[in-house]
């Protein structure tokens, strides 16, 4: 506990080794293991160093890879230069973020009881299109295999979230059940579509059930720089531009997808969590959903949308907030004081150290008992954590 709270850190990542894949791959797909390869940088010395001073003069380290491809789509070479920057602050003042040692010592500086862990690398490998949807299942379990094993050094305060990969929609129920043989109690998905497929497409029906049957929690959690569908690629290309857009714009039509598409209709013990884009788009777009399009359009989607968007969003699904974006105080108790949780982002550049000290500044803003709701109650509900 931390200043009498409890925290549990509902989006905190590991850093994955490469060499999993070549560890937990099926052999006849090892060939298609990630790797490491100079991309090249495509800039002179004269140009890096005028914006980057000293810095400019280290050579950028090398890219994962997969099949001859980046795994970071459109990563100009600045970008990669900041990127890399950042971690190598970050492994300086952490440590080895491989181990799950690193990740323990973190937790207690923070003050955080337990924390749900998400991929880094494996989140984007399942970004990459097109790719075959046999070797995308077999990276996804890979992963999950190797991320039971991270979180068995201390089981009781490092979750693993199991990846699934919607590449081939046939192979998520098994996969599903094999992550629940392991012990994981929550899933993620990204986003994006996949073949065209929505997260409200009817080939993944058979998964929502599966996941309300077992009372697996459902995460969706976007990262730029995919080569499948994202919000904002069509039109930009810097780093900038294509994370301001996929995070929050990706959540969005995630979250009405699974509404239009009735997903939220026919499982409401469905549980799903929408990651790392905030809170402050859900009021404007529920608001949109419900008084533009469900008064004047609800005869249209009838037969799978029965109530308001805004009904299926309180009922059963929950949103990460940012402890410093603004107007908490209206948006919390406008979605509902069960359904905003908290989480660290640990150990992405996006969000540095000191957010927990952050989130506790809400006590003066948010109120009542929100806080503690916040930082412990909805997400300990939402992972299935026992008290």
Known sequence: ???????????????????????HLEPELRAH??????AGEGEPLADRVAYAGPEGLIPLPPRPMMDGRPIHHRMSARAWRAVASAGRRRSARLGPLE??????????????????????????????????????????????????????????????VALMSPHDPAQMVPELARA????????????????GRTLGDPA????????????IA???????????????????????????????????MALLALIEGGALERHPGLRVAFLEAGCGWLPYWLWRLDEIEYRSLAEE????????????????????IEPDEPCLEQAIPWLGEGNAIFGTDFPH????AGMVERALALRGRLPGEALRRVLWDNAARFYGVEE
Not at 110 to 123: C, H, K, R, S
């Open 204 to 215: 993944y029906e058979a998964f929502w059930a599966e996941c309300e049957r077992r009372s």
């Open 301 to 320: 989607v009838a037969p799978h949308v029965r109530r308001e968007p805004s009904a299926y969003f309180r009922r059963q699904c929950f949103v990460e």
């Open 180 to 195: 629940a043989a392991l012990g994981f109690r929550a899933v993620v998905l990204r986003p994006n579509p996949v073949a």
């Open 33 to 38: 293991a990630p790797y490491l390869a100079y």
């Open 349 to 352: 550049i996006d969000h540095d």
């Open 99 to 160: 181990l799950p040692q690193a990740h323990i010592a973190d937790m207690d500086r923070e003050g955080i009881d337990v924390a749900f862990l998400y991929p880094t690398t494996a989140l984007m490998l399942l970004g990459m299109a097109p790719l075959d949807a046999a070797l995308a299942g077999a990276l996804a379990r890979a992963y999950n295999t190797w991320l039971r094993g991270f979180c068995d050094h201390e089981p009781r305060r490092l979750r693993g």
């Open 1 to 23: 506990m931390r200043d009498g709270y409890r925290i549990l850190d509902a989006d905190r990542h590991v850093i994955e080794p490469l060499d999993l894949w070549e560890a």
């Open 218 to 252: 459902v995460a969706v959690h976007e990262g730029a720089h995919a080569s499948l569908p994202a919000a904002g690629a069509d039109r930009f290309h810097s780093r900038f531009a294509l994370h301001a857009c996929s995070h929050p714009m990706e959540q969005m």
